[in-house]
């Protein structure tokens, strides 16, 4: 306990600094993407028109091979072998399927409702990202707030398998199902089951089939200390350029939406700020209920604020195009995201030493792995 006494100051005092230049400063190269798109649609009306001459499945080339590269790089790093360790972690399982799947899409249901009840773009907009659990950043965040890497790699590739399987027929409940069944007035809005379905197999299925089977090849062929420390940092910087490549051609394409309407963009942000805060706050306590102890709580928290804003960008692109309201509600999801979530890693690391007793459960990588052939590392 000696040892780890000295590490709780170093990391509250340090975790921005513990962050790449890339993702330390995400936001500005977001705000900086936005503004170039606002000057690249003003410089060229046609824009539009020339993007669209071209699509796939219903979207403009370009922009889908900006959604593919931001989808690939991150499905590379989840690490799918963990899944065999689910047996020694079934309560956390459960929390998170829980948390992720159940009380995640039903929380932003009801802030998008109540807070933009007239604007049904930017509401269903906000459910879609409701529905896209993390699998990329949050590996960032529970490694800053001293989380338990390997709990969260499990969960990580959990929620990749779960988003391939419902996904679609969550989209299909919460967007059309339930307002119905509930009597809201959606003013005519309703979407199938397929669209949203095609979209997923499509900029989810695609770069998951290539993520796992780069992941697969790399491990056997390199072993896990190349492909970890070498061949993940060179393709890491893609999924950013090819958010950014993105965000620059929806803001082209919606510079006049947002330059007449600027506003809009705070009442996206506010369901979603109370959205992070309430889930965060939520899952911690949940963990702290069930006595998992700081690391796997703080995975619990993480796992369950955060949002997979890559596919919620490309489901709200493939279903309602690029000029959409929802495609807008998705890109402001990372905006806003990434500083709320730097804000929670201090608040986890400050509620560590004042709410968990040292030492109170030993993290999954500190216990030997139950599940058959997994030796514990």
Same mark, same amino acid.
Do not use: C
């Given at each position: 306990m000696a040892t780890a006494t000295p590490v709780r100051p170093s990391r509250e005092q340090a975790v921005i600094e513990q962050l790449s230049t890339l993702d330390r400063f995400l936001p500005v190269w977001i705000v900086l993407a936005m503004a170039a798109g606002l000057g690249l649609g003003s410089l060229i009306p046609g824009l539009n028109s020339a993007l669209s001459s071209?699509?796939?499945?219903?979207?403009?080339l370009p922009i889908a091979i900006g959604l593919l590269l931001m989808m690939y790089p991150v499905l590379a790093r989840v690490r799918y072998e963990e899944l065999g360790r689910l047996?020694?972690?079934?309560?956390?399982? *459960?929390?998170?399927?829980?948390?992720?799947?159940?009380? =995640?899409?039903?929380?932003?249901?009801?802030?998008?409702?109540?807070?933009?009840?007239?604007?049904?773009?930017?509401?269903?907009?906000l459910i879609i990202v409701g529905l896209a659990r993390c699998i990329a950043m949050v590996l960032i965040w529970s490694e800053l707030a001293c989380a338990d890497r390997e709990a969260t790699a499990v969960l990580v590739a959990i929620n990749s398998v779960f988003q391939i399987a419902a996904y679609s027929f969550l989209g299909y409940f919460y967007i059309t199902l339930?307002?119905?069944?509930? =009597?809201?007035?959606?003013?005519?809005?309703?979407?199938?089951?397929?669209?949203?379905?095609?979209?997923?197999?499509?900029?989810?299925?695609?770069?998951?089939?290539?993520?796992?089977?780069?992941?697969?090849?790399g491990l056997r062929t390199r072993?896990?200390?190349?492909?970890?420390?070498?061949?993940?940092?060179?393709?890491?910087?893609?999924?950013?350029?090819?958010?950014?490549?993105?965000? *620059?051609?929806?803001?082209?394409?919606?510079?006049?939406?947002?330059?007449h309407h600027p506003l809009d963009v705070v009442r996206i942000a506010a369901p979603l700020l109370i959205y992070f805060a309430i889930m965060f706050g939520v899952s911690f306590a949940w963990g702290r209920a069930l006595r998992l102890g700081y690391e796997r709580t703080a995975t619990l928290a993480f796992t369950a604020a955060s949002n997979n804003f890559e596919l919620a960008i490309a489901v709200a692109i493939? *279903?309602?195009?690029?000029?959409?309201?929802?495609?807008?509600?998705? *890109?402001?999801?990372?905006?806003?995201?990434?500083?709320?979530?730097?804000?929670?890693?201090y608040v986890s690391l400050w509620l560590r030493g004042r709410v968990f007793p040292a030492g109170s459960a030993a993290p999954l990588q500190q216990r030997p792995a139950t599940a058959p052939g997994i030796e514990a590392p």
């Open positions: 071209v699509q796939v499945s219903g979207t403009s047996r020694a972690e079934r309560e956390l399982f *459960v929390s998170s399927v829980v948390l992720n799947w159940i009380v =995640g899409p039903a929380l932003m249901f009801a802030l998008a409702w109540l807070l933009l009840p007239d604007q049904p773009a930017y509401r269903t907009g339930l307002p119905k069944w509930l =009597g809201l007035h959606t003013q005519g809005f309703q979407i199938g089951l397929w669209p949203v379905a095609r979209t997923v197999l499509i900029f989810l299925g695609i770069p998951l089939a290539a993520g796992y089977l780069t992941r697969l090849a072993g896990t200390q190349w492909y970890e420390e070498r061949f993940l940092p060179r393709i890491g910087p893609i999924a950013l350029y090819g958010l950014l490549f993105t965000i *620059v051609l929806l803001f082209a394409l919606q510079g006049h939406q947002i330059t493939g *279903v309602f195009g690029a000029t959409s309201g929802e495609a807008l509600a998705g *890109v402001v999801g990372p905006l806003i995201e990434v500083p709320v979530l730097v804000g929670l890693v």
